[in-house]
């Protein structure tokens, strides 16, 4: 499937702007950088290291002796790199998005192999160059969605041509860099790609919408009928692409094998032994840099979500969905923080949109309730109901894939009544298991009756409430008949 742009009715250079292509959305029109340069190497080695040991979680139910040491050679060879300066990264968005991928996959491989007893110390040699890296590029020093998503593909054929691609085909890219290695992972992150660049049809047709609402006639409202007809039946085949990740991605896998990889410090639910207080991530050295002061006020270091899709955010913002809280940050507002500065700024430009398309059409039917008018809030009342069920679909997916896992994780664990491994008993003797569960999120978690409650998101959030609370929203959105 090759996006068709020739319906396009984009102002290109202010999307441009925002760092958004109107051939590839948010996605770049070019390939991302597959290796920093030479001065670099030594954290690119690292990170192929971890990948080809198939290093291990430290919390992986039946972890063997040979796994743990094998992990533990891998942190004392990255402790001993020497701390190199980004300086010269700093001329080049591509390289420190790079060099962000690079250290955060450095960084979740360390904490994540470590024993769920150690405290979290992340070694100077990464912690001080991804501070850093994350204060130019103004993103948080751990995961994102940017560093599995939106730069981390290449093409598949690479091409010798030096003049600009005209679109970009997501069956011709696959993924840069894993945590396992497995196709399960790399479809996982290829669905939320699709997604993205299937969305460049959304965004041209959030911009065509816009110019029409600003010429506000009959004849703007009957085109903007038209393109909000079109909006929903692009949105239904976002659904199907999100469906569509049930072809290659085994929940069971997805749950046990890749997701621990990118949890972030607010899943991290161990505990510091003889404390009862929650382990935090240090990152070595950081005080005596004054100026790395990255850490949002609140502390908070969500892992990779794709509940940090520009896409969908800006989906929710056209079409005027609130889902701020009064008293309190969003989860929406929240993972804003974990996008590309140019994509926060242009969901920001968006929401500031003088003529804002709800109350567009709210006005169109109140003054004048003609037919035209009508038809326009029927078709604006489809779109957002072409959202709910993407939402709909979406919690499909998230019971398939978490809370079914989970449920059967935390079985499993009862049943054979499991324990994590510690390294004092895995010292005492090998017990090997072919299983590759990770201690079930449900069991360290709240502890509950029902495995679903309690069970978090990677982004942090109690997930069953979350996600219906976001599809009400969407609902709560629709426009009455009155
Ligand atoms: C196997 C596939 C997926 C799973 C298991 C999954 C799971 C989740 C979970 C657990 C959350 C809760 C927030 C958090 O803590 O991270 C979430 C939120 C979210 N996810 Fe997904 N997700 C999947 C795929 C996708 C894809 C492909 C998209 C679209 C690009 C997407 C868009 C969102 C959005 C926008 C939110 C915020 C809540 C909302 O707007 O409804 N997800 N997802």
Same mark, same amino acid.
Not at 148 to 163: A, G, K, R
Not at 195 to 218: K, Q
Not at 322 to 350: G, I, V
């Given at each position: 499937?090759?996006?068709?742009?020739?319906?396009?009715?984009?102002?290109?250079?202010?999307?441009?702007?925002?760092? %958004? !292509?109107?051939?590839?959305?948010?996605?770049?029109?070019?390939?991302?950088?597959?290796?920093?340069?030479?001065?670099?190497?030594?954290?690119?080695?690292?990170?192929?290291?971890?990948?080809?040991?198939?290093?291990?979680?430290?919390?992986?139910?039946?972890?063997?002796?040979?796994?743990?040491?094998?992990?533990?050679?891998?942190?004392?060879?990255?402790?001993?790199?020497?701390?190199?300066?980004?300086?010269?990264?700093?001329?080049?968005?591509?390289?420190?998005?790079?060099?962000?991928?690079?250290?955060?996959?450095?960084?979740?491989?360390?904490?994540?192999?470590?024993?769920?007893?150690?405290?979290?110390?992340?070694?100077?040699?990464?912690?001080?160059?991804?501070?850093?890296?994350?204060?130019?590029?103004?993103?948080?020093?751990? @995961?994102?969605?940017?560093?599995?998503?939106?730069?981390?593909?290449?093409? #598949?054929?690479?091409?010798?041509?030096?003049?600009?691609?005209?679109?970009?085909?997501?069956?011709?890219?696959?993924?840069?860099?894993?945590?396992?290695?497995?196709?399960?992972?790399?479809?996982?992150?290829?669905?939320?790609?699709?997604?993205?660049?299937?969305? %460049?049809?959304?965004?041209?047709?959030?911009?065509?919408?816009?110019?029409?609402?600003?010429? $506000?006639?009959?004849?703007?409202?009957?085109?903007?009928?038209?393109?909000?007809?079109?909006?929903?039946?692009?949105?239904?085949?976002?659904?199907?692409?999100?469906?569509?990740?049930?072809?290659?991605?085994?929940?069971?896998?997805?749950?046990?094998? %890749?997701?621990?990889?990118?949890?972030?410090?607010?899943?991290?639910?161990?505990?510091?032994?003889?404390?009862?207080?929650?382990?935090?991530?240090?990152?070595?050295?950081?005080?005596?840099? #004054?100026?790395?002061?990255?850490?949002?006020?609140?502390?908070?270091?969500?892992?990779?979500?794709?509940?940090?899709?520009?896409?969908?955010?800006?989906? !929710?913002?056209?079409? $005027? @969905?609130?889902?701020?809280?009064?008293?309190?940050?969003?989860?929406?507002?929240?993972?804003?923080?974990?996008?590309?500065?140019?994509?926060?700024?242009?969901?920001?430009?968006?929401?500031?949109?003088?003529?804002?398309?709800?109350?567009?059409?709210?006005?169109?039917?109140?003054?004048?309730?003609?037919?035209?008018?009508?038809?326009?809030?029927?078709?604006?009342?489809?779109?957002?109901?072409?959202?709910?069920?993407?939402? !709909?679909?979406?919690? @499909?997916?998230?019971?398939?894939?978490?809370?079914?896992?989970?449920?059967?994780?935390?079985?499993?664990?009862?049943?054979?009544?499991? #324990?994590? @491994?510690?390294?004092?008993?895995?010292?005492?003797?090998?017990?090997?298991?072919?299983?590759?569960?990770?201690?079930?999120?449900?069991?360290?978690?709240?502890?509950?009756?029902?495995?679903?409650?309690?069970?978090?998101?990677?982004?942090?959030?109690?997930?069953?409430?979350?996600?219906?609370?976001?599809?009400?929203?969407?609902?709560? #959105?629709?426009?009455?008949?009155?």
């Amino acid at each position: 499937m090759v996006l068709d742009t020739s319906h396009a009715n984009l102002n290109a250079l202010e999307f441009e702007v925002f760092g %958004v !292509d109107s051939r590839t959305g948010f996605m770049p029109l070019r390939p991302p950088v597959g290796r920093l340069p030479a001065l670099w190497e030594v954290w690119e080695e690292l990170l192929d290291d971890a990948r080809h040991e198939h290093l291990q979680p430290g919390d992986k139910f039946g972890l063997s002796v040979a796994e743990m040491a094998r992990s533990e050679r891998w942190r004392n060879s990255l402790c001993q790199i020497p701390l190199l300066p980004i300086d010269d990264l700093e001329t080049s968005q591509e390289l420190l998005r790079r060099a962000h991928l690079v250290l955060s996959f450095l960084m979740h491989f360390y904490i994540h192999t470590l024993p769920p007893d150690s405290p979290v110390v992340i070694p100077q040699p990464i912690s001080i160059p991804l501070l850093q890296v994350a204060k130019v590029l103004d993103l948080p020093p751990v @995961i994102t969605f940017s560093d599995t998503v939106l730069y981390n593909w290449c093409l #598949t054929v690479s091409s010798s041509d030096t003049n600009p691609p005209k679109s970009l085909n997501p069956d011709a890219i696959r993924c840069q860099t894993l945590f396992t290695d497995t196709p399960d992972e790399s479809a996982f992150y290829l669905c939320s790609a699709r997604i993205e660049l299937h969305g %460049v049809r959304a965004l041209n047709i959030m911009r065509s919408s816009m110019d029409e609402i600003f010429v $506000g006639d009959a004849l703007a409202v009957a085109r903007l009928t038209t393109y909000l007809i079109s909006l929903s039946t692009i949105i239904g085949e976002l659904k199907s692409l999100l469906l569509d990740v049930r072809k290659e991605c085994d929940p069971e896998i997805y749950y046990n094998v %890749v997701r621990p990889w990118f949890r972030g410090e607010d899943s991290d639910t161990y505990l510091v032994p003889g404390s009862g207080q929650k382990r935090r991530w240090i990152f070595e050295g950081a005080r005596d840099y #004054t100026d790395l002061n990255m850490l949002p006020p609140d502390r908070e270091l969500s892992g990779a979500s794709a509940g940090q899709s520009s896409l969908i955010h800006a989906l !929710d913002v056209f079409l $005027g @969905i609130n889902h701020e809280r009064p008293n309190s940050l969003s989860f929406m507002k929240r993972m804003q923080r974990y996008m590309p500065r140019q994509h926060r700024q242009f969901l920001d430009h968006l929401a500031k949109n003088p003529r804002p398309l709800r109350e567009f059409v709210m006005s169109a039917s109140s003054m004048d309730p003609n037919d035209g008018a009508l038809a326009l809030k029927e078709a604006y009342n489809h779109v957002v109901m072409s959202l709910k069920e993407f939402r !709909d679909s979406h919690m @499909i997916i998230a019971t398939l894939y978490i809370m079914g896992p989970a449920r059967r994780a935390a079985a499993v664990a009862a049943t054979s009544l499991v #324990t994590p @491994i510690s390294k004092t008993e895995a010292q005492a003797g090998p017990k090997v298991s072919n299983t590759v569960q990770t201690v079930p999120e449900a069991t360290h978690t709240q502890v509950t009756d029902d495995a679903t409650v309690g069970i978090t998101g990677t982004g942090g959030t109690d997930l069953v409430e979350f996600l219906k609370g976001v599809r009400n929203q969407t609902i709560r #959105t629709l426009l009455s008949d009155k």
